[in-house]
């Protein structure tokens, strides 16, 4: 089992291998995923779909945003929430939106009048550090994610389906899961679709 020191560690590791990534490796990996993502039926069928914009070397989402607007798709983008316990909420975004830094200087639509459900999207693309070929993630370390869809926890199926993007060498051998952890439905990287059975 990874302690609190190792994984520490290993998110160190990877986030500098993001890092060290050149721009011409970060726009490949981010053209090749968007080749993958479009055809997929899942992809196709959303119509609510929520992004992250990248930050600190993860693969770039942006293609398939720009594809998803022009498609006629409701995009969203994550707000950070801190009105009780630290949540993710969602805010919807066009190519009009202005987006305004947060305490982490992380870009971010404004704050939402009102507030969608988590479950309320039918595809959540979420950033990662590292995965394993369970479909476990290591995060930054803050849980938002974990705690914005921990009812999937307890029902693997339900709305919405959570896409872990990621470059190919973030896969590790496996990432020990602690009760509060939410494994994602895939994930998909520059070259492959990694799989969870749903159990």
Known sequence: MLGKSERHNLRKSYRAARKRLSREEQEAAATALYSLITAQDFYQSATKIAFYLAIDGEINPQPLL?????????CYLPVIDQRDEPLLSFASYDDTTELVRNQWGIAEPPRPDT?????GFDLVFVPLVAFDREC????MGKGFYDRTFSFKILNRSSQPMLIGLAHN???????????????????????????SETK
Do not use: M
């Open 136 to 139: 476990y993630r290591l995060g």
């Open 66 to 74: 720009s594809k998803a607007l022009a498609e006629g798709k409701s």
């Open 169 to 195: 060498f973030q896969l590790v051998r496996g990432i020990p899961n602690e009760c509060w952890d939410v494994r994602l439905d895939a994930v998909i990287t520059s070259e492959k679709i990694y799989h």
């Open 115 to 119: 507030y969608i459900s988590p479950a």
